[in-house]
């Protein structure tokens, strides 16, 4: 399968943990997106990579979260001291740098914060 | 008021029918239109995309945008049990590659 994949699939935490998802995406995508979705609505945006750099960050994006690509090729998104209000699935799309509106996602991480 | 307007639904139709789903946007510089098919629990897939106006066809899916009215379609001709999901319309503009979504159409097709 040379589709986007997320790991893990589903974590489950306590307020004030750390947590870290990673992202892999499609192998040629040079750019690399992360959304987040609430239930019942639909995804927003978070921040993007073009290769190693990030190039935009959402003001949702608070001090808490931080994203990483740190070798152009996989990426993390870490959230620290988590909130009940982090609860949400975690997206994660790619796109090829001539055709960037066509974004591929990933099966997502769910987060739930206890 | 949000950039992209979509009614929730649920919208329940009987198999064979021809679905329409819309979607309207405040926004006159999105230029990219996407359409995305989202089952329970999983990842959006990408099912059309439209740059600019105009209309596109992929077998049984018809994506239109009328930028003068701010307005996108998807009609799904002979509907299946299988499109039974979530639609979202998303968009973009030329400066930013981040997409804006709707907040989807729960689509339920009955057999």
């Known amino acids: 399968d040379t589709g986007v994949s997320q790991n893990p699939r589903h974590k489950i935490t306590k307020r004030g943990q750390n947590v870290t998802f990673r992202c892999d995406p499609i192998s040629e995508h040079n750019r690399l997106y992360w959304y987040r979705q609430t239930l019942g609505q639909g995804p927003e945006f978070l921040t993007y990579f073009q290769n190693e750099a990030q190039l935009e960050k959402s003001r949702l994006l608070s001090d808490r979260f931080s994203a990483e690509r740190p070798k152009g090729s996989f990426s993390t998104l870490e959230i620290q001291r988590t909130e009940q209000g982090d609860s949400a699935m975690y997206l994660c799309a790619s796109s090829d740098i001539g055709i960037s509106y066509e974004q591929y996602f990933g099966p997502g991480t769910r987060l739930t914060v206890t | 008021q949000k950039e992209v307007e979509q009614d929730p639904g649920p919208l329940s139709v009987p198999e064979g029918a021809i679905v329409s789903l819309n979607c309207t946007y405040s926004?006159?510089?999105?230029?990219?239109f996407m359409w995305y098919r989202q089952y329970s629990r999983k990842g959006p897939e990408l099912l059309m995309y439209?740059?600019?106006?105009g209309n596109k066809e992929d077998g049984r899916f018809t994506a239109q945008v009328d930028k003068s009215s701010k307005y996108i379609s998807l009609f799904i001709r002979d509907s299946q049990p299988s499109d039974s999901a979530t639609y979202l319309c998303?968009?973009?503009?030329?400066?930013?590659?981040?997409?804006?979504f709707g907040s989807g159409t729960r689509l339920l097709v009955r057999p």
């Open positions: 998303a968009m973009g503009e030329d400066s930013s590659y981040k997409l804006i």
């Open positions: 439209t740059y600019s106006s």
């Open positions: 926004n006159s510089a999105f230029q990219y």
